[in-house]
């Protein structure tokens, strides 16, 4: 399928042949990370390079400054002469070490780019600096003309300036992946027999069992064996809200425990857990070329031809029309200067960059680059209902009173109290709602099955049933409501007499339906896909106002609706629980997963959301959409601008007065390089 692209790790940006290091390695954009004890080996290799251009560049702005003073060209415009015998060997001197010091970055990648048979900014840079340099030395040994030291120096200087500031700004859109790295604490609290012992998280292993004291973070993913507590997630799913955990809940490393005590027992070890999951899937999707990093890799390698081929026909053309050398040589420089497409190497990676690093601290992993960036061509996106759209448990959806002796609330409690000891997912439904409204329940005398149809007990000498509807059918009694085919419904019976009743259903998220409106304002038609009987999918989808149901379908079928959709010509997205659906996912254009951390490996989605809410659905797309945007802004403004200043450059309106030196070229295309970067660090989540 389109989306199924390479991930081979070989593939480099662009980017990362423009910071050449004495070894000429390249590394990734964030460099390699491992979880438990984070390797750093990335972030210190870039902090280096930023350390290394400011360097340079404050040395070559404390030379620019006597490089200026000296220079034929700057006397003359400020009408002065305060040179001095041998001041041109002075001014050469300085321009040299200029030339040398602050070049050396430029002229080793230019080397780097030759032997990759890649030529890109660094060549053209390069070709600047040493063509400028040449042919002033060649000026002060003798050659008539006016040299370009100053030229070459202000442009050495801005160069410098801008690769600084972009460095700064890969190290910036990695601070986010950092966050997550530090999450994992160093250490943890080993319960061994009856006492407790330190030692380093990565030596945990399946089994162990953990204390997490109030206020720690967990340091790995388990199960509760102890205690309750509130759990801040927040960086890890994006959900705001302390989740309250108790006995059997699950826990993900990294989370910060609230003020209860806990005990934990560990379900596998450190590189195994979620948040190690969380940070293989950043690197990866940054490490991974996109189409559209390919798209900008073959348009800097053509602006680098054109920026050569224009530089060396713009110097005949000058000299042709009867310049002089050192004019037609200023505009050859100013040409090759003012095509850099440094910002258009940069213009894919630090989006890339700056959106799966958000992305993982709002829930939103990215597996496939390709996969997310085609989201905004998403046509149609089926969703599985349970689990998705609907919560996935039974829920007392409403409950009532049929008798006025009764409040609807006691009618509640009885129901609760006879079905405490249940493990019927009706009775946990029932008990759970009695227990969020604080309800206590009544001891029990007496009790019994009802086989199939209900259960009895005597309270407070009352005889009181909970029972089916078949049990009324069976015994005569009319149904006093009539309940929709969505709903499970029980009826209490008090004293032989119908009293009130309790429905259920699996109940619909109150987010749901804000989402497929949202999904609609973006042309994107809903479906919903389900195992479930005609009627609920019916209800569930006219309730949400989505564009229509398939129901009754079996998991190895829904990979057949997916593909009859798409030969339609629809750009189909899928959502589903990373098992079941997996066919349907791996056939989708866009496979999204949906689930907590323990399904944050489905090997056949593109994209997992960490959390089961459908408003990440709509986040996923919009986000989808940002970020295309961005990338597509960069790539237009780092190669537009070229459209204006490639002819001014070359001299098109030096007839009228227009014309832009060397320095100014290297002045607009650092500016083209800040404005990719802010641009990029200006992508959100709404």
């Keep these: 399928m389109e989306h199924r692209h390479d991930h081979s790790k070989d593939m480099t940006h662009e980017a990362h042949a423009h910071h050449p290091t004495p070894d000429h390695h390249h590394d990734s954009p964030l460099g390699p990370v491992e979880t438990g004890h984070a390797n750093h080996s990335g972030h210190g290799h870039h902090a280096g390079m930023i350390d290394d251009f400011k360097k340079r560049f404050y040395v070559v702005l404390g030379l620019t400054v006597p490089i200026?003073?000296?220079?034929?060209?700057?006397?003359?415009?400020?009408?002065?002469?305060?040179?001095?015998?041998?001041?041109?060997?002075?001014?050469?001197?300085?321009?040299?070490?200029?030339?040398?010091?602050?070049?050396?970055?430029?002229?080793?990648?230019?080397?780097?780019?030759?032997?990759?048979?890649?030529?890109?900014?660094?060549?053209?840079?390069?070709?600047?600096?040493?063509?400028?340099?040449?042919?002033?030395?060649?000026?002060?040994?003798?050659?008539?003309?006016?040299?370009?030291?100053?030229?070459?120096?202000?442009?050495?200087?801005?160069?410098?300036?801008?690769?600084?500031?972009?460095?700064?700004?890969?190290?910036?859109?990695?601070?986010?992946?950092?966050?997550?790295?530090?999450?994992?604490?160093?250490?943890?609290?080993?319960?061994?027999?009856?006492?407790?012992?330190?030692?380093?998280?990565?030596?945990?292993?399946?089994?162990?069992?953990i204390l997490v004291k109030p206020g720690e973070k967990i340091a790995a993913d388990g199960e509760i064996v102890e205690g309750k507590s509130f759990l801040n997630e927040s960086m890890l799913t994006g959900e705001s809200r302390p989740i309250e955990k108790n006995f059997n809940d699950k826990v993900i490393a990294g989370s910060i425990n609230g003020e209860g005590s806990l005990k934990v027992k560990v379900t596998h070890g450190s590189k195994d857990s979620y948040l190690a999951q969380v940070i293989k899937l950043v690197t990866d999707a940054q490490d991974a070329k996109s189409k559209t990093q390919l798209l900008a890799d073959r348009a800097a390698k053509w602006l680098t031809l054109i920026a050569l081929f224009s530089g060396a026909a713009t110097f005949i053309v000058w000299l042709v029309l009867g310049k002089d050398l050192a004019f037609a040589m200023e505009r050859m420089v100013t040409v090759i200067v003012i095509c850099c497409p440094h910002a258009l190497g940069l213009a894919v990676p630090l989006v890339v960059a700056r959106s799966t690093a958000i992305s993982a601290q709002s829930g939103l992993l990215i597996k496939d680059r390709t996969a997310f960036e085609n989201s905004h061509k998403i046509s149609t996106l089926v969703f599985d209902k349970t689990g998705t759209l609907t919560r996935g448990e039974f829920n007392v959806v409403r409950y009532e009173s049929l008798n006025t002796a009764y409040e609807k609330g006691q009618i509640l409690a009885l129901a609760a109290s006879l079905e405490g000891n249940s493990e019927h997912p009706i009775a946990t439904g029932i008990v759970k709602k009695s227990k969020e409204l604080n309800q206590k329940l009544s001891p029990l005398k007496d009790f019994k099955a009802i086989t199939g149809k209900g259960i009895q007990a005597n309270i407070d000498g009352r005889a009181v049933k909970v029972v089916s509807p078949l049990f009324l059918r069976e015994n005569n009694l009319v149904e006093p409501i009539q309940s929709t085919e969505a709903e499970t419904v029980v009826y209490v019976m008090i004293d032989d007499t119908v009293a009130g009743f309790v429905a259920l259903a699996d109940e619909v998220r109150p987010e749901s339906a804000e989402v497929i409106r949202v999904l609609r304002s973006q042309n994107i038609k809903t479906l919903l896909l389900t195992g479930d009987n005609k009627a609920v999918a019916k209800t569930v989808s006219d309730a949400l106002g989505m564009d229509g149901f398939m129901a009754e379908v079996l998991p190895h079928q829904k990979l057949e609706k997916i593909k009859e959709l798409q030969s339609k010509g629809e750009f189909v997205a899928m959502t589903g629980d990373g098992v079941n659906d997996a066919p349907a996912l791996a056939q989708a254009d866009v496979g999204i997963a949906v689930g907590s951390g323990s399904d944050i490996a489905a090997e056949t989605s593109d994209i997992v959301l960490v959390n089961s809410n459908p408003r990440d659905v709509a986040n996923l797309i919009l986000f989808g959409k940002a970020t295309y945007r961005k990338m597509i802004q960069n790539l237009a403004w780092a190669t537009g601008y070229n459209v204006v200043a490639l002819p001014l450059a070359a001299g098109v309106l030096y007839s009228v007065g227009i014309m832009l030196s060397p320095a100014v070229g290297a002045v607009l295309m650092s500016v083209s390089t800040v404005v990719v970067a802010i641009n990029a660090r200006m992508l959100r989540i709404k």
Excluded: C, N
């Excluded at 601070?175 to 080993?190: G, W």
């Excluded at 012992?197 to 069992?209: H, N, P, R, S």
């Design 68 to 209: 200026m003073a000296l220079s034929p060209m700057i006397r003359h415009w400020l009408r002065v002469d305060w040179g001095f015998p041998g001041s041109d060997y002075v001014l050469l001197l300085l321009a040299s070490f200029v030339f040398f010091y602050g070049g050396w970055p430029f002229l080793t990648g230019l080397v780097d780019e030759i032997k990759s048979r890649s030529l890109g900014m660094m060549t053209l840079v390069a070709v600047a600096i040493t063509v400028a340099y040449a042919y002033s030395v060649a000026i002060v040994l003798g050659l008539e003309g006016m040299d370009f030291f100053w030229e070459l120096a202000t442009l050495i200087l801005i160069m410098l300036l801008g690769h600084w500031i972009e460095m700064k700004s890969i190290m910036s859109a990695s601070r986010e992946l950092e966050l997550l790295v530090q999450l994992m604490p160093s250490d943890a609290h080993l319960v061994h027999g009856d006492h407790v012992m330190d030692v380093k998280t990565e030596t945990l292993k399946a089994g162990d069992i």
